[in-house]
């Protein structure tokens, strides 16, 4: 097996070439990347060079997913992965691992520049004809070579060149596998989906992409000023589906495998950089070919009212497309790559040096050239440039591209910031973080966004060299990160401006195959193929509020389509989490409300136990059966909420019990619609037999001195309160205090009125309890004799002693008061007496005793009675 390629070392040059080269032409659609592809994966190393970085990155992933990440590279100028094992490399032709010099067809030795590696391909080799980048494709169709096989990709019309510049080269021509037809010129209106509408300018591809928004609802946006993260963001918006148009400038023929049918031209010239000029037919062609893929046919055409008699295609143009014949290329541009650096001047004047082949040209001045020449008559520049390793450092500065594309003086700018520094060395350490840090912002419009990608790409690039930045894996990662950050935010920004997805889908399949688009739930929100129409809460639909009134019938008419079955899902929903017991409904008033909606109304059965269920009129849309089972579902769930009630449920079974008897009945179902409380005095206990008590202390009532009750209907238990169809009072079980103040306040439920206080029953039960235990252990004559009580129990659960007393006076106790002292004898005061009586006479008791009390007697506030 071969051995893992050194990155960094050198291609073999042409002289010393011993593998075969074969060069790949035709026009678009014919499949010769998927076949580099297929070649490169069949040797054991090989490189292949793009004309972009998105490119780059698309096939970088498809041969990962053949070999396996850690053996394949990425080598872009902004981006560079390469695993220690890396075999198979991807990369920008401008960023082909070069060795001593800039990736950007910069500083290289002419007699060892391509790695060794058994393949290599370009493709786009037609871009040797390119005015900015010509150069470097001419460098690369000339000099690199894979050691076992090399490729040439392109359009036919590099035949001739091939043939004079690489006569060996074995030339193999490939047929589109689809046809391309002119259709004329179409409206805008009239454009069909999946179509490209091609523009030439940043103006008029956002006024055609607001149009389709507001009458197709949107469209992607591809322009070479975008990053490339976002134009695969964009792209992804195309290709999903999720918009029918792409709207995007000639950015899009270079490669990108869309799936198009139509490609409509908004112009047929453009400005060159130098001049307004009308397109080239193999740049026509080279656009209108991204229409059709693999066997499907695609159309071309322009788009109606855009331009004069200028703007249509001619009968000629015409032709040359569709039967792919142009004009072949008779000059490549070139640009001397065995550059000097004795001196800044002979370096510029390598630079120049004119081609010694007639097929070749001189290239125009490129930016980094430009570059250069400035910076060498800057007084403070040009002295401290001195030899050979100091000058190949300069150029390698001076080669930065410029990817804000402001021009060779602003960018110029930039290059001498930087040489400052790395003049001396690398970058101050906190040179490229705070630069970074700068322009990690997301706010701002699209052209606002735009500016920082390209910033932030130069300093992808810059901290992508180790001899210009400390750690450089740390900075090229953070600048990548603010990079995707921004791509992001610019992605958000051109989908908020160009996209209305709701538009989209219900302008895609109304009418009959509105039934066939896919619907979804997201909480309660409603989207129809992803895009929101409307919201369902609980089992009622509302058309979504910020659609607009011409919208608001389209979303309508889509969600009638599929509310029932929509409806019967949540049904089906709610009734398994009914059963599981974790659904969210409650119980408001009579009714059982879920989600603000009442799905079914509470009703008094034939006993209190046992309400019946109404349906909700939300539930009619629901299919009978269905309605039933949830129905059915809620009554389930209702009988588990009164689960707390069980005892009340032993007590209705025991009033139904015919030996009970009729007293004992009586009784229980008073406890019954009393919520298991019931005042002794009104109980008729005295009437039960002993055997009809020894059932109450069954069912777990207590008998008390003023109240019967069971216990569990009186601690904390959770909230169950309705009301009955003819508006009597329901039962309620909740937390209680054991003392409430009452003020205006009528009584709760399980309390006791002691003036302006209330006891709970239980809490009443126990401290009278606790007094009838003092008096049977103070004895006397049928346990009449006098004794004290503490009122510390009371006061420690926040009674306050006038309650303690009213409490005991109803339980039939009674304070006898101390002999008054004379008046001018003092001492302590003498404690309260207690004596109990049946509590019947307690109330002519109190009476006497409280005319009898001194109202300023120390013993006024704990014996007085509150009526």
């Known amino acids: 097996m071969a051995q893992t390629p050194n990155l960094r070392a050198s291609f073999r040059p042409q002289q010393s070439h011993d593998g075969r080269v074969k060069a790949v032409l035709g026009p678009t659609n014919t499949g010769k990347t998927h076949l580099a592809i297929e070649r490169l994966c069949a040797h054991s190393s090989g490189a292949i060079g793009f004309p972009l970085r998105l490119l780059a990155r698309e096939v970088y992933e498809k041969v990962c997913a053949i070999k396996g990440a850690e053996h394949v590279a990425l080598i872009t100028g902004e981006e560079r992965i390469e695993p220690p094992n890396a075999r198979w490399l991807l990369c ?157 400038t000639d950015a899009i023929g270079m490669g990108l495998n869309l799936d198009i049918t139509h490609v409509a031209f908004a112009g047929l010239s453009k400005y060159d950089g130098v001049r307004q000029r009308r397109l080239l037919p193999t740049e026509m062609a080279q656009i209108a070919g991204r229409a059709g893929r693999h066997q499907r046919d695609g159309t071309f055409g322009t788009l109606a009212g855009t331009g004069g008699h200028d703007a249509e295609f001619t009968d000629e143009e015409i032709y040359a497309i569709e039967e792919h014949r142009f004009a072949p290329l008779s000059k490549l541009f070139w640009r001397e790559s065995d550059l000097s650096f004795d001196s800044v001047a002979r370096l510029i004047d390598s630079l120049e040096r004119p081609p010694a082949k007639a097929e070749l040209i001189a290239a125009p001045q490129a930016i980094d050239l430009a570059v250069l020449k400035r910076l060498a008559e800057d007084p403070d520049i040009a002295p401290g440039v001195r030899g050979t390793g100091m000058v190949r450092r300069f150029w390698e500065a001076c080669s930065l591209p410029d990817f804000r594309q402001q021009g060779a003086e602003t960018h110029a700018r930039f290059v001498a910031r930087l040489w400052e520094e790395l003049r001396h060395g690398v970058l101050g350490a906190d040179t490229a973080p705070r630069a970074i840090a700068q322009l990690d912002n997301t706010q701002g419009d699209i052209d606002t966004l735009q500016g920082r990608i390209a910033a932030v790409r130069s300093w992808s690039y810059i901290c992508q060299r180790p001899d210009w930045v400390l750690a450089r894996d740390e900075m090229a990662a953070r600048a990548r990160e ?181 007293d004992l009945r009586a009784l229980l179902i008073r406890m019954i619609e009393g919520g298991g409380m019931v005042d002794r005095a009104a109980s008729g206990v005295e009437k039960l037999s002993p055997p009809q008590r020894d059932v109450l202390r069954r069912l777990g009532v207590r008998i008390g001195p003023l109240d019967l009750f069971h216990p569990a209907m009186v601690k904390a238990a959770p909230l169950i309160l309705w009301q009955s169809a003819v508006g009597a009072k329901g039962i309620i079980v909740q937390p209680m205090a054991p003392v409430v103040k009452l003020s205006e306040k009528p009584v709760p439920r399980g309390y006791r009125r002691l003036g302006q206080e209330a006891l709970r029953i239980d809490r009443a039960d126990r401290l009278l309890r606790e007094a009838h235990g003092r008096r049977k252990a103070a004895g006397g004559k049928g346990g009449k004799a006098s004794f004290s009580l503490d009122p510390a129990e009371a006061v420690k659960i926040g009674l306050s002693t006038r309650a303690y007393a009213h409490l005991l006076r109803l339980g039939g106790f009674r304070p006898i008061m101390p002999r008054v002292l004379p ?21 002519e008791a109190s009476a006497r005793q409280h005319a009898a009390m001194d109202s300023d007697s120390p013993f006024a506030a704990l014996a007085s009675l509150v009526a």
């Open 823 to 843: 008046t001018e004898v003092y001492g302590p005061p003498a404690p309260l007496v207690w004596r109990w009586q049946p509590p019947r006479r307690e109330a």
């Open 92 to 248: 920008t032709v401008e960023a082909m691992p070069v060795r001593g010099g800039p990736k950007q067809g910069g500083a290289q030795n002419n007699s060892a520049r391509f790695t060794d590696l058994s393949f290599v391909a370009i493709d786009e080799i037609q871009l040797c004809g390119d005015r900015d980048r010509g150069h470097i494709f001419t460098d690369r169709l000339l000099h690199a070579r894979g050691r076992d096989e090399t490729m040439l990709l392109g359009s036919s019309v590099m035949e001739p060149m091939v043939k004079s510049l690489v006569p060996e080269a074995e030339i193999v021509s490939r047929p589109r596998f689809s046809t391309l037809s002119h259709s004329g010129a179409k409206k805008l209106s009239r454009v069909p989906p999946r179509s490209a509408i091609v523009a030439f300018s940043a103006e008029q591809v956002y006024a055609v992409a607001e149009m389709l928004r507001r009458f197709r609802g949107g469209a992607a946006v591809v322009m070479g000023a975008l990053s490339p993260e976002t134009r695969n963001r964009q792209v992804a918006l195309y290709q999903s589906g999720e918009v029918d148009y792409l709207v995007a």
């Open 482 to 662: 603010v990079e995707s950050r921004l791509s992001d935010a610019l992605h958000a920004r051109l989908t908020e401006r160009f996209v209305n997805r709701r538009t989209t889908v219900l302008m895609r399949k109304l009418g009959p195959d509105a039934g066939l688009l896919s619907v979804a739930m997201e909480g309660d929100d409603v989207l129809v193929e992803g895009e929101k129409i409307g919201t369902l809460s609980g089992f009622a639909f509302r058309v979504d509020p910020s659609a607009r009134h011409e919208d608001a019938r389209l979303l309508q008419a889509a969600a009638e389509k599929h509310l029932p079955d929509l409806l019967a899902r949540r049904a089906g929903e709610l009734i398994a989490t009914l059963n599981a017991g974790e659904a969210d409904v409650e119980m408001q008033g009579e009714s059982i409300v879920w989600h603000g909606h009442p799905l079914a109304r509470i009703a008094r059965g034939r006993a209190l136990l046992n309400p019946t269920l109404t349906p909700a009129p939300l539930l009619d849309r629901l299919a009978a059966p269905l309605r039933a089972d949830l129905i059915a579902a809620l009554g389930q769930w209702l009988a588990r909420r009164w689960k707390p009630l069980a005892p009340l449920a032993a007590m209705e079974v025991a009033s139904l019990d015919p030996d009970s008897g009729s």
